[in-house]
C-alpha cells in the first residue's frame, strides 16, 4: 500500500518526504526486523534444542538396540558363586544354594519385649521344626536378647513355617551358601567350604579353583563317586559299625580296571552342612575327629587281606608251581628266635588253597621265606606300599614302611612278618588298588575320584601276569565259598576275598593287643569277571552278641560285604545269576573243611 | 508457484527419505519394544530357574537317600531282591520252560479252584449282585464279539437307563 501511494509523485519526491518521514518509520521497521530475525533465531535455537533431542533419543534407541545384543544373556549366564559338584549320573551332591538363614533380631519390635510369646514356647514351636535342636540351647539364645544366627541353610518349606509362628523377632535372610542336599553323605570326598568361601579337607578343596574362577564354574566338577552305591555302602557300614561297637569304619568301592572310586566312606561322619565341634578337632591328635578320613588316612597294619598278595608274588615269580604241595602247618614257624603262630592248628600240613582259606599265618610264612624279601619287597614297592596313596584327595596317610637294615635289606622276620600283614601299615585305599590289580588281570592303576571317561583310563603298570590273576581269583571265591568269608557269599554275584583280623600294636605296653584289633574284608566281584572291588574295614570292633561274640573279620567285617554287593550290584549292572560261577574244578580237589581268622 | 520436473524430483525424493526414516523409526521402536519383551522373559527365565532350582533342592533334601532310608526302615522294610527275583536274558527265562530232568522233584501244584461256585460280584457303588452287568459284559459263552460304534453308545447309555429303572 505504501510503495503504491507513493508511485505518482516520482522518484525524487519520493525520496525527500521518505528522508523526512523515515527517521521514525526507518526506525520502526528496523526494531521489527530486529524483533523478527530475534524471533527466527529463538524458534530456531528451540528446533535445533529439540532436533539435538530427538537425535540423542534416537542415538539412545539405536544403542540400546544394539548394545542389548551385548548384555544379553548377562542375567542367563548368571553363573553360581561356586559350580556344582555332581556324581557320575549327575546327581548333584554339592550345590551354590541361595538358602535361608534364621536370624535373631530381638529389636524387631522395637523397645520392650523381644518374642510375641515366651522363649521357652517358641523353642518348642522351633523344635517342631528342627527335631535335631537343642531345646535348652534354643531357650538360652531366644532370652538373651542377643541377636545372632540361631541356624544356618535351613529349607524354604522350613522358613515359610517359622513365617507362621509370627515371630517378627525371628528373621531369615537369603545367603549364597553351600549346600550338600545329601547331607552327610560322601562328606569326606566332598569336604566342606570355610567362611571365607574355600573349599576344605575334600574335593571341595581339590577342585577349589576350578569351582570359584568365573571361565569355569559354569559346569559342573563330576565325581566317579555314585550316590546309590555310596548311600548303601554307608548304610551298611554303619549297621556293621553299630552291630560290632567298632570305634570306626572305613568302606571303599573301587572300579577294578578303571581304579575309579565308586564309593568311599569313614564312620564316623559329618555333616558339612552343620559342622559341629567335634567334626574338626584343634588338637594334635586330628585322627580323633570326625573329620579324619579313616579309608584315605588311616594307616592299618591289615594283616591277612596281605596273604593273597603274598601268594600271588610266589605264583608269579615260580616259587610256587604246584597248589597241591603241603607245607607243614602244626608247629609255630621259628625264625630267628621269634614265633610265628596261627590262630589254632589246622592239621599237620596245608597246601597252598587250604593255607588261604584257613588264613593260615605259618604256611603264609613259608612260602614268603622261600619267595625271599627282595622279590616281596619288589612287589609291594610295585603295589606302592610305600607312597602315599594315588588319590585326588588332600588326606592321604603316609604308610610306615619297614626299614631293613642299612643296605635297605629287609631281615627274614621282617619279610615274614610282612607276608601276613604286619610290621608294616598301609590305608584301606592301598589295599583296594592292590586287589584290583590282583583279580583285574595283573594291572595297577591309581585310584581317582574322578570320572574317567572309557578312552582315558590310566596306562597303568603290570604286577603280575594274567595268569596269577586267574588263579587267584580261583582263590579269593573259593575263600568266600568255603573258607573264612561264607558270610559275605551273596549268592548270585560270585563274590571272592579274603579276611583280615589284625591286632593293633598299643604303644604303652609295646606290644600287640589281642582284643584291640582291626578286621578288614577285601572283596571283588563278580569273580568270573571281576567289575569291582570291595573293601570294608572295621577298627576296635567289640565281641558282643550281635556278632555271636567273636571279634574276627568273619565275624563283623564280611557280613557287611555280604549286605552291600547285593544292593548294589544290579545298580552297577551286575545281574546276580545263580547259574553262573567261575569254573574252580581244577582246585577244588584240594580243599578241606576248616575254620581260620 | 512452477512445478518444474526437478523440483517434483526434489519433492519426491524427500519424501521417499522422510517416509524411509519414519518407517526406520517405527521399525526401531518396534524392535526396541521386542528387545525389551525379551529381556523381560528373559529375567522370568531366570526367576524360574532359580525357583526350580530351589523346589529342586529341596526336593532332594527331603527325598535324599539318608531319608530314604529312615522311612524304609520304619514303613516298608523293602530289602534287596535276590538272585532268584531277577531274569537277566531271554536265555535265563527260556529255562524255565525246559522239560524236567528224570531226578527233579516234582513241581508245586496249586491249589485248583475246579467245581467250586464262584461268588457272584457285589457293585461297590450299589452294593448289589452285579449279575445283570457281569452277564452284559461277558458273553455267555465264547469269545467275545468284536465291539463296534454303536454297541459302545448303546452300553454307556444303558447305565443311567438302568439306574433309572432301580430308582
Redesign the interface.
Known sequence: MLASAHAPAGPRFAGHVNTVISAGRVELVDVRQRALGEARLRALWILGLFAAIALVALARLVHLGIGEQLRRGDAIASAPRRGDIVDRNGVPLARAFPAYSLWFNPKAMGEGSALVKTPAEVAAALLRIFPDENYDRLVARLASGKPGYLRRRILPEDANRIHALGEPALEFPREAERYYPQGSMAAHVLGYVDSFGHGQVGMEAVFDKQLSERATRGTPAVLAIDARVQGALEDELFTGMKRSEAKGAAGIIMDADTGEVLALASLPSFNPNALRPGDISQKADHSQANIFNRATNQTYELGSVFKPITMAAAIDSGVVTDLSKRYQSNRPLTIDGRQIHDSHSFGATLNIPEALIHSSNVVTGQVADQLGAARLKATMQALAFNERPYIELPARGRPQWPRGDKNGVWSRVTTITASYGHGFSITPLHLATAYAALVNGGMWRPATLQKVAPDHVAQGRRIWQASTSARMRQLLRSIVEVGTGRSANAPGFRVGGKTGTAEQWDGNTHSYRKDLNVTTFAAAFPMDHPRYVVIVTLDSPKAVSATSFQRTAAWNAAPVVGKVIPRIGPLLGVMPDAARDIDITDIAPLIGDGEGE | MNLTRDRLNTIGWGMALTICAALT?GL??R??AV?SE??LA??R??ALK?EK??LE??F???A???QL?AFNDVDFGYE?????Q?L?SER?LA?YGKARSPDAPSPIRVASAQGLEVPQMVSPLTGQFMSDAVAAEVPAQGARKPLKAGDLRDRLSAVPARKAAAD
Do not use: D
Not at chain 2, 534287596?80 to 532268584?84: I, Y
Open positions: 523409526l526401531t521402536f524392535v526396541n528387545k525379551v529381556r528373559e529375567r527365565i531366570v532359580q532350582l530351589f533342592t529341596e532332594e533334601t527331603r535324599n537317600q539318608q532310608k534287596a531282591p535276590t538272585a532268584a531277577y537277566e535265563q529255562a
